[in-house]
């Protein structure tokens, strides 16, 4: 227990100063190029705080419920079906053409076909996050399900396991880390889509909030919008960090 506390704290010790690193270089950028665009740190979270409590705050909310339910459908759409495709091959033969024709499209491309189609809401950016992400979360998980040893699969058919069996006792335990792995890496891929995606058509979101203040030339209140979109981003990755010791304690 000890020894836990201990890793702990190192870890946000670790943290704290890898924060107040960066934010000497923003400051030292900041004194050193003695430009309007650029305000420093205290200026900065001066306008988050106090933007957070109102327009900044809706704006935090409408993008973090739109990335968030991106992520969930997203994960609850690509694993079966990734699962699906890397044990059945007959399946993965006819479906993985289109995969490779798709997946190296950029999926921004597609914005003005969902605002046309979806309207000017929440639908199409969450369309295109899930576009997006859904493709990274099924080729890892099509992957992970692909290789999984074969001597692992014939022991447990051997006890009795039927099909239901192998893809809930061994491949889904075989898939679960490489699942939380791509969708960390997606949910970097998630913010940046969710910023374009927002600054077209849209008056909602820290996309809008971000290109609004830059257009009035609120220097601090756009710097108070990146703090915003640099947060939301955190806070996922540690939501996805615990859900990934959570789900796999062997690593």
Same mark, same amino acid.
């Given at each position: 227990m000890t020894r836990h506390i201990g890793i702990i704290n190192n870890k946000i010790t670790k943290t704290l100063l890898s924060v107040l690193?960066?934010?000497?270089?923003?400051?030292?950028?900041?004194?050193?190029?003695?430009?309007?665009?650029?305000? /420093?740190?205290?200026p900065s979270f001066k306008a988050f705080f106090l933007e957070m409590t109102g327009s900044l705050g809706f704006h935090f909310y409408v993008s973090a419920y739109r990335v968030?339910?991106?992520?969930?459908?997203?994960?609850?759409?690509?694993?079966?079906? /990734?699962?699906?495709? /890397?044990?059945?091959e007959k399946i993965d033969q006819f479906v993985a053409p289109m995969i490779y024709l798709l997946y190296p499209i950029p999926k921004v491309v597609f914005l003005p076909v969902l605002l046309a189609l979806l309207g000017l809401k929440d639908l199409p950016k969450v369309a295109l996050i899930t576009l997006v992400v859904f493709f990274q979360?099924?080729?890892?998980?099509?992957?992970a399900a692909k290789?999984?040893?074969?001597?692992?699969?014939?022991?447990?058919?051997?006890l009795g396991a039927g099909r239901r069996d192998i893809y809930r006792h061994v491949v889904w335990p075989a898939a679960v880390p490489e699942v939380l792995t791509s969708?960390?890496?997606a949910s970097g891929t998630a913010i940046a889509v969710l910023f374009i995606s927002e600054t077209v058509a849209s008056q909602e979101g820290?996309?809008?909030?971000?290109?609004?203040?830059?257009?009035?030339?609120?220097?601090?209140n756009m710097?108070? /919008?990146?703090?915003?979109?640099?947060i939301l981003g955190f806070v996922i990755y540690i939501i996805l960090d615990i859900m990934e010791k959570r789900a796999c304690p062997w690593k």
């Open positions: 690193a960066l934010l000497l270089f923003w400051q030292a950028l900041s004194a050193l190029l003695q430009l309007p665009a650029l305000p /420093g740190p205290v968030l339910i991106s992520l969930a459908i997203s994960l609850v759409l690509a694993v079966p079906l /990734g699962m699906v495709l /890397g044990r059945e979360i099924l080729v890892t998980t099509r992957d290789n999984i040893n074969r001597d692992l699969i014939n022991s447990v058919v051997s969708l960390r890496i820290l996309g809008y909030y971000l290109l609004d203040a830059w257009s009035r030339m609120s220097y601090e710097f108070a /919008g990146i703090i915003a979109m640099g």
